[in-house]
Structure formats: structure tokens, C-alpha cells
């Protein structure tokens, strides 16, 4: 069982299958390209990790889709959440 599933190959996410810990090292295929994660913290069921540096104010992409901007900088293998990307509905505020 995949433990991260990159679901389009523009994404700079993956999202967790599983519970995940800090400290795993894991192996998530995008498109044509591997990357080799390893988390900089425990990443819950359903949550989001960055398969790349993204840098502040950059776009997040899941599903191929932009889903909102950093509102910080964002390391390989780090949590992406609502503390550190604001979504689409927000960017009106």
C-alpha cells in the first residue's frame, strides 16, 4: 500500500494514506519522477506533505489544481495545513 499518493503530476503535495511519523522515509512516485520524503513531522490520515520546497506565497497544487498559496516557506517532507497556506475562499479576505 502506497503510504503517499501524488494524485496529479503538477501536484507539490502528496497526501497521506495512513498515519505517518516523523522521521519515516518514504518513496512517492509523481509522473515520470521518484522523490524520496523524509518527514519532518507526524502527518495524520488524509493530510497533505510537501513532496518539494515551496516557497512563501507560492501556489499549492492538489489534483492538478491550484488549492492555495504558502503563507510561508514550506520544506520537502513538512505538513502542509491551514497554518501555512491560505485556500482558495480565502484569497477574497
Known sequence: MQQLIVINPKDNVATA???LQKG???KVEAGNASVLIRLKCDIGFGHKVAIMDI??????YKYGEEIGLTTNNISLGEH????SQRGRGDLSN
Do not use: F
Open 17 to 19: 494514506t495512513t498515519d
Open 24 to 26: 519515516q522515509e518514504i
Open 55 to 60: 516557497q512563501s506565497g507560492s501556489a499549492v
Open 80 to 83: 502542509v495545513h491551514v497554518l
